[in-house]
């Protein structure tokens, strides 16, 4: 240790600081500005290995002495070769530019340090949750029964949803909060839906075959009858439907499940209806897509995901209830946190955390309230219209270059497509589809994801950036079948060796 830096004094946010946490914070928004002003690709390009290298060298017990100096380290060891959203070549996975109302209400929320779960650690911030909660709620066009909480991520707000839809369901077909209950329930979605969906009933102790898959239309959206079917299946099977999981914008096609036909079936069948509106609950603040949405305010519950079509940093999402009264199922009282309370001077001080899978919860809610405070919903809708326009023109550029596939028309703002060239081997096609994506994550230059479909790997646009233009977009092409050529040649070459 002799040869380390002195470790700085201890610098906590007490009165005699604020001048440490000016300098640092001035610091920290001057290291993000300058890289964010001056990237000219997502990613640097730097080599895996070496980056790993530099990571590793760093000594977690020989502290540097001041924040300036972590601060230097860390954009050698991360920020220079950071992942920029905000790129316009970046069009790999459902992540936005940021609103920079959200970043200066995030930095609010990490230095007040406020936490959700009871009334007595964040005050009025929990009626400000209660409100934005409120607020989507009444977009989506539940009455005012809804309830709601903020969660981490789609994933925890779908995790949410199928625990209420669980405790329902056992309730209502007098099953056991037990194995012999939960063997008998099945969840039903499809082949489109967020892997999370599969991943809850796991952790809420279903069979590995809990999930039926329904079957899909010709553009990959849940077919009604053919839900209607599995019910009756699972019926005669003497089989208890917990959930109908239907998506508002799936992850790779972006389609939107025909909700009002699903939820009449999930009436008549008195099951719990999910939609997971993780991608495309951002429709709510479109006029002009709103439509795209219709039936949602069917659901029994739905997902929210604020940190993907809301221009919102992570972590922000909701699980919204139309009846406010199924957050029971995860209510509790804890004697040191949250006991059961009969004096009236407490009524307008209620805990958050009898909502929550959560205990300790980051005040979240607070960019999309200073957002919508700000810009408004209009804005966000506005920039939302501008990426699904986007999507349009490039899946008109994919269908009008003979070296490329178009796989449907954009539901949203994704594009999928693969580079197979007249007389292309399909399973050539696969192969040269991961190449690309592995070569330009290597060259920095420009991200793309990849994905199945329908037993083929397909090359994926996520178009979030309402700043990409379609000549941006064309750039990206042009290197994508540029790559891929050389990647069929390389190819060629080795089968005639
Ligand atoms: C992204 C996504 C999720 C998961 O959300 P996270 O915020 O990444 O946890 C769930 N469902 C759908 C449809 C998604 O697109």
New binding site residues.
Partial sequence: MSDAAPAAVPSLLFEDAVTDYRAAMHLAVDTVADLVASADRPYSGADPAALTQTVSAVDLDRPLGSVEAALGELRSVWLDSAVWFHHPRYLSH?NCPVLVSSLAADALASAVNTSMDTWDQSAAATQLERQVVAWTAQRIGFDGRADGIFT???????QQALTLARQDALERAGLPVAPEGFDRLRVLATDQ?????NLATRTLGLRPDAVVTVPTDETHRMEPTALRAQLDRLAEADLVPMAVVA?????DLGVVDPLVDVAAVCAAAGVWLHV?????GGLLTSRRHRGRLAGIHLADSV?I?F??TWFQP??A?AVLVRDGAALRHVAHHADYLNPVRTDPRRAAMPDQVGKSLQTTRRFDALKVWTSLRVEGADAIGAMLDRVIDLAGEVADLVEDDPRLRLAQRPALSTVLFRFEPEGTDPLEADRVADEVVTRLLLAGTAMIARTRLDGQVWLKLTLLNPRTSVDDVRAVLDEVCAVADDCARTELLEVAR
């Avoid at 839906?193 to 969906?197: C, L």
Wanted: net charge negative.
């Fill in positions: 459902l981490s991520g789609g994933t925890a707000s779908n839906s967020h892997f999370s969906v998506t508002a914008g799936t992850t997971d509106a993780a991608y495309g997902t995901d940190h993907k992570v972590a999402s």
